[in-house]
């Protein structure tokens, strides 16, 4: 039986892949602190999913440890000898990270650190794959000349039609204190891939999302969105007219592309993984969505100041994904992830 260590067990992504790889027959360890109750307050509370994940997969292992705590971390790489790790814990909001500066960057950057290194040390054979995020590309993304249409922003230049590459410039341009700590993670991950020659991705995320997140204002869009349409709260938009574009992909298709990675590992590869264009929806739209599907109108109110640093369109190219694993696709639209997070919420 094949075993594999995943951090931020608890949170959307990490669930996912312990439901994904106990499904394969793998004997999955999760780590996660429930942090993001610290980070976020009780509606960030992942303990709800913790008890979902090991009701659903009795197996599972849970481990109550802290990323940033550098001897157990090797202790439990040492003790569990992994044939995989998933790095999904982290800080994950763009605007939380200014008024948390070192919680930040000690959980992305050195925690991440932290695992690679007892990784190399305890399991160097491990692929090893890391959950990054399109900020580090900063705003720079914004440069690119944009064309404004009724319900959205969108490229106007023709070399972006199909997303934002690989290649784009990672530096110079605001990323956020997040955005920063992610970017010293990212480039990490990659050196212990080129460096040490060990098997290592970043998946640079778009919106990533599906049912079993804890959606907050400050993390978790659609989740979000669609708790308050349910809830008839008011959602708060912030600038850019709310016609920003994001490109969400459902959690289940991020485990499919790290299955198969896992399978055919390569070395310090850097991938973006989104929903694409066909997965992509503004705010404005993303109400029009969730009111057809709810039947319930959606409550928001304008505010002209844009997030710092907030991505006014932003659509991952999914080509090098598709060339480097060609049975990989995405295979939950825009509609059904929807309807599967409300149909979440309705159940919590
Ligand atoms: N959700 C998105 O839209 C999105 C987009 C791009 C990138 N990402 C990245 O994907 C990864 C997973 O995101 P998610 O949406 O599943 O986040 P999440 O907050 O749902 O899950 C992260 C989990 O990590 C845990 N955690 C935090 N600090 C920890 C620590 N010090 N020790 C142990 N556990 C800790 C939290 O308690 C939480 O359960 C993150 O690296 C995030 O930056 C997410």
Redesign the pocket.
Known sequence: MKTLLV??S?????SEVVAGFSGDGWEVHG???????DFFGPQGD?RWNLQRIREAHPAFKHHE????NRPAVLELLRSVSPDAVVH?????SHDLAASRPFDDFD?NAV?TLNLLEAARLAAPEAPFVH????KVYGDAPNEIALVEKDTRWDYGDPDYADGIRETFRIDQSKHSLFGAS?VAADVMVQEYGRYFGMGTCCLR?????GPN??GVEL??FLSYLIKCNLEGRTYRVFGYKGKQVRDNIHSHDVVAFMKRFIAAPRKGEVYNLGGGRANSVSILEAFGLISEISGKPMKHEYVDQNRQGDHICYISNLDKLKAHFPGWGITKDLRTTFEEIHAAWLRR
Do not use: E, F, Y
């Not at 999904?88 to 994950?92: E, I, L």
């Open positions: 951090t931020g608890s949170g959307l992504i990490g780590v996660d602190n429930n942090m993001r109750a992942t440890l802290d990323i940033r999904a814990a982290a800080q994950p959980v925690g959950m990054s995020t399109n992610k995320g778009g919106c990533l999302t997140h804890s993390h978790g």
